[in-house]
């Protein structure tokens, strides 16, 4: 069996540049220009390039970038929301996401109701939530607003929610983009604390964040990501630095 949980082999991610499709006179009138782009095959706009990557079992991987470096494409690759234009991404395990606020939330259901609904769809059985159901609001911290509808909470209600039900998943890869770095100052820490406990004992992470710091303190290796190509990757004390200063090498074309 592979020692690696995630492994991207030469993949490019593609997306196309076209606009709603135009009127007849629109079409007509720029039908030369139209021709001539897909010809010369620059109509896709590649959000990762020949990207090559390997994420060990046990270990916690930071990703950094900045807007646009193709982080998101990454991550749906990971989760397989979408699939590679050119190579190949294969996961050893079930993925646990933790992309945005209560993504797997209704807002009309109770704060209970959508503990079993999330808890469901992240892969758990009805009767396994229901065990876990006093830990899950006991890490929260959410009490008695379980009982109203979650477009009463404020965002770091879902925030607190939404972790403490992916953190009792019993989740094998996690993916956490950002997340961590909104709520109070107690729950951050609290939530890093949980992740490395996750991760000594030995959930394999990847984690998204602008927070350099968090990326430092909890994860094992760091890669750079700039305009979908990786640019610089081990130790996060270093990338952080070569990242800070701007550093960025370029990939020689072949």
Not at 181 to 190: A, L, P, R
């Amino acid at each position: 069996m592979s020692e690696f949980a995630i492994e991207f082999d030469h993949v490019w991610k593609g997306f196309p540049l076209h606009r709603d499709r135009p009127g007849f006179k629109e079409f007509m009138v720029n039908i030369h220009w139209r021709v001539k782009r897909r010809a010369g095959g620059d109509s896709y706009f590649y959000a990762l390039k020949d990207l090559t990557l390997r994420v060990e079992r046990g270990e916690c991987v930071g990703i950094i970038g900045r807007n646009g470096a193709g982080k998101s494409t990454l991550l749906s690759l990971m989760l397989r929301t979408i699939s590679p234009s050119k190579g190949r991404v294969r996961t050893i395990e079930r993925v646990t996401p933790l992309l945005e606020l209560g993504g797997g939330f209704h807002p009309d259901l109770t704060g209970w109701e959508n503990v079993i609904l999330n808890g469901v769809l992240l892969g758990l059985t009805k009767e396994d939530v229901l065990k876990k159901l006093p830990s899950i609001v006991d890490f929260s911290e959410i009490g008695e607003f379980m009982d109203f509808p979650m477009r009463t909470y404020s965002s770091g209600m879902y925030l607190r929610l939404a972790f403490s039900v992916a953190i009792h998943t019993d989740p094998r890869i996690f993916i956490i983009d950002e997340v961590l770095s909104v709520g109070d100052e107690e729950f951050q820490k609290k939530s890093k604390g949980e992740m490395i406990k996750l991760i000594e004992g030995g959930v394999t992470t990847v984690f998204v964040s602008h927070d350099l710091n968090a990326i430092q303190q909890i994860c094992h290796r760091a890669l750079w990501l700039d305009h979908g190509e990786l640019v610089a990757q081990g130790e996060p004390e270093v990338v952080i630095k070569k990242y800070r200063e701007g550093a960025i090498v370029r990939p020689l074309a072949s």
